[in-house]
């Protein structure tokens, strides 16, 4: 039976976003008081706050675990445009001590010249890269070369939107080629949205934009789920309702077993939810 938990966070404006660890154990909130929270599922099973610190001199949209396998490591967001890795350390300086710990800014990326409006790490077989999304129709790809080393990012792709970029998601099975789905805001030009399902070709060794899902409303977040040997992906949107969409690859017709610039989808729509009866 599920147990419902109210949680005191005490954040003084919107939090934005709330994101647990791989494990389920650990909790980071984020808010337009420019702070971020980090809370610890305690024995007594009640949630208690072990950090909180200024993270940016604007409101932070979204905060990210990467996965434990690379440390204690999240990455922000702002509306101050820059994306921001942290690191927790112990004490002594050493890493992964919860007591009395301490989260220290590793790095601070200032590529985006709006803000930032989404950070996603990427699943851990693909090593420990990050995706982020901008408003100004960016979506940028970073890697860490080496993972003992957090200070040192590298800008590996650029994939142009067009329109302003509201949200991304990892596709996160080892099965398919490395995807990214992004949700596109087009308000401001046409009332709608949409959302751009990029692929990484292993051949030409750059993103490319595959497919895009008939989503006619601002998208407000998006996310693939996990795929336990799936021969398809699920991937849920939200607009002004929830969408569930199947993404499904395409058989090779060519009869090469290879097929030609990048593989082709067939995107059905699972299922529709207006429960909320809101955006």
């Known amino acids: 039976m599920f147990v419902a938990r ?7 404006d919107l939090i934005h976003d709330v994101a647990y660890d791989f494990y389920g154990e650990r909790l980071a909130t984020c808010s337009s008081d420019q702070t971020v929270k980090i809370w610890d599922l ?8 072990t950090a909180s610190w200024k993270t940016h001199c604007g409101s932070v ?15 922000t967001c702002s509306f101050d445009r820059t994306v921001a890795v942290w690191e927790e350390l112990g004490p002594e300086g050493s890493v992964g001590e919860k ?26 077989h693909l090593g420990l890269q990050m995706a982020t999304c901008s408003a100004d129709g960016v979506v940028r790809i970073y890697e860490a070369p080496d993972v003992m080393n957090l200070s040192q990012w590298s800008l590996h792709h650029e994939i142009p939107c067009k329109h302003p970029c509201s949200s991304i998601s990892w596709n996160l099975s080892r099965m398919h080629p490395p995807m990214i789905a992004v ?3 087009e308000s401001q030009q046409t009332a709608g949205g949409k959302v751009v399902l ?5 051949n030409s060794r750059r993103w490319l934009r595959v497919e895009t ?15 336990l040997g799936r021969s398809y992906n699920l991937l849920a949107v939200a607009t002004k309702n929830l969408q569930i969409f199947i993404v499904k690859p395409v ?18 729509q699972a299922g529709q939810f207006d429960n909320h009866n809101s955006q």
């Open 61 to 75: 949209w979204k905060v990210t675990w990467a996965h434990p396998e690379f440390g204690q490591i999240i990455a």
């Open 183 to 185: 949700g596109i805001d």
């Open 42 to 49: 305690g024995e007594d099973k009640q949630w208690h706050c």
């Open 6 to 12: 109210s949680i005191q966070a005490d954040h003084k």
């Open 198 to 202: 990029c692929e990484y070709n292993e």
């Open 99 to 124: 007591s009395q710990s301490q989260w220290v800014k590793k790095i601070s990326l200032v590529d985006s010249r709006t803000p930032v409006t989404d950070v996603k790490f990427a699943p851990k």
């Open 251 to 268: 058989d090779d017709q060519t009869g090469t077993g290879v097929q030609e610039v990048s593989s082709k989808y067939e995107i059905r």
């Open 213 to 227: 899902l008939p989503v006619n409303d601002p998208v407000y977040d998006i996310a693939f789920a996990p795929n």
